[in-house]
T-cell receptor, first 117, second 115 residues
Framework: AQKITQTQPGMFVQEKEAVTLDCTYD???????LFWYKQPSSGEMIFLIY??????QNATEGRYSLNFQKARKSANLVISASQLGDSAMYFC??????????????FGAGTRLAVHP | DGGITQSPKYLFRKEGQNVTLSCEQN?????MYWYRQDPGQGLRLIYY???????QKGDIAEGYSVSREKKESFPLTVTSAQKNPTAFYLC??????????????FGSGTRLTVV
């Protein structure tokens, strides 16, 4: 079954420190994409970073990096130099591709991150 | 600016009523999606559509219906058959293809409450 697992319901981090949010996934497909989204209390979904299953290098976007370990089926998000504005819910998601050009995005349960001053 | 517009932002439904949530995009995306989010939980896929006049059930389609008569629009109807409709509903759109990030874009959501 295709599934995303986020085992950390909540995480705390001190401002300016780095934090890693865990994500494991399960799929038998060879072609898929992995995403991280941030959801502040307003409810909007903010795209952070993307990793394709065929990408050999780990993705980076500013303070965000994705630690992609394909053999272990993990796609952890690393936030460096945490800021107070990073406090939010974070979702790991996987995009699956089907024949005919169909694709869909499935989500994990999320991790709530709190950044302390 | 291109984006997705969901309306209304807040919606109240009486028991036994059908309500329709609007989702419009001007990104020229082929695919559109509806997700449901319950408090403290992840997003679950209700319906998705890759092309006009075609749509598929997601993981929790019971009690919901959709239409895709125009590329830009993908309204969701929450019917009286949905016994627990109180939730946050998010609409999204994307491109189609393979080995891309699909450009998934989300609306700002509709919060539905049964009164």
């Amino acid at each position: 079954a295709q599934k995303i697992t986020q085992t950390q319901p909540g995480m705390f981090v001190q401002e300016k420190e780095a934090v890693t949010l865990d994500c494991t996934y399960d799929t038998s497909d060879q072609s898929y994409g992995l995403f991280w989204y941030k959801q502040p209390s307003s409810g909007e979904m903010i795209f952070l970073i993307y990793q394709g299953s065929y990408d050999e290098q780990n993705a980076t976007e500013g303070r965000y990096s994705l630690n992609f370990q394909k053999a272990r089926k993990s796609a952890n998000l690393v936030i460096s130099a945490s800021q107070l504005g990073d406090s939010a819910m974070y979702f790991c998601a996987m995009s699956l591709w089907f024949s005919g050009g169909y694709n869909k995005l499935i989500f994990g349960a999320g991790t709530r991150l709190a950044v302390h001053p | 600016d291109g984006g997705i517009t969901q309306s209304p932002k807040y919606l109240f439904r009486k028991e036994g009523q059908n309500v329709t949530l609007s989702c419009e995009q001007n990104l020229n995306h082929d695919a559109m999606y509806w997700y449901r989010q319950d408090p403290g939980q992840g997003l679950r896929l209700i319906y998705y559509s890759q092309i006009v006049n075609d749509f598929q059930k997601g993981d929790i389609a019971e009690g919901y219906s959709v239409s895709r008569e125009k590329k830009e629009s993908f309204p969701l109807t929450v019917t009286s058959a949905q016994k627990n409709p109180t939730a946050f509903y998010l609409c999204a759109s994307s491109t189609t293809g393979q080995r891309t990030n699909y450009g998934y874009t989300f609306g700002s959501g509709t919060r539905l409450t049964v009164v």
